[in-house]
């Protein structure tokens, strides 16, 4: 895969990872429910536009698009768990563990 792919996927992956983060204040806020909705809105166009970039040079979505996915499970499994203290169990260890396999498998 071409660098500039590389680049394009992980702004990609923040922005989408943004977007949820976002999508989970505005479901758990009383105020500024629309700040944080705006926000998603933006966040996942801007996903959109460096995934689309990716996609253009790289037409193997097949290995670009689980990469992608994965990343972004487990960024969010982690972000999820420092800073909101969701609980991860032994069965989500796992997956994530064979996540982290199959990321340095598909690379």
Same mark, same amino acid.
Not at 30 to 55: D, R
Not at 75 to 88: C, D, R, S, Y
């Given at each position: ?9 992980? /702004? ?11 999508? $989970? ?8 429910? =629309?700040?944080? #909705? %705006? ?10 536009? /460096? ?5 253009? %040079?790289?037409?193997?979505? +097949? ?12 960024? =969010? ?7 909101? $203290?969701?609980?991860? +169990? ?5 997956? %994530? ?6 990321? /340095?498998?598909? #690379?």
């Amino acid at each position: 895969m071409k660098k500039l792919v590389w680049i394009y996927l992980l /702004f990609s992956l923040l922005f989408e990872v943004a977007g949820d983060i976002f999508v $989970k204040f505005s479901s758990n806020l009383l105020n500024n429910k =629309l700040f944080f #909705s %705006i926000m998603t809105f933006v966040c996942y166009n801007i996903m959109l536009l /460096f995934w689309f970039l990716a996609v253009k %040079i790289d037409k193997n979505i +097949t290995i670009t698009g689980t990469i992608w996915l994965m990343g972004g499970e487990l960024l =969010l499994v982690i972000l999820g768990a420092f800073f909101f $203290k969701e609980a991860i +169990t032994m069965k989500q260890y796992v997956g %994530i563990a064979f996540s982290m396999i199959a990321l /340095f498998l598909m #690379s």
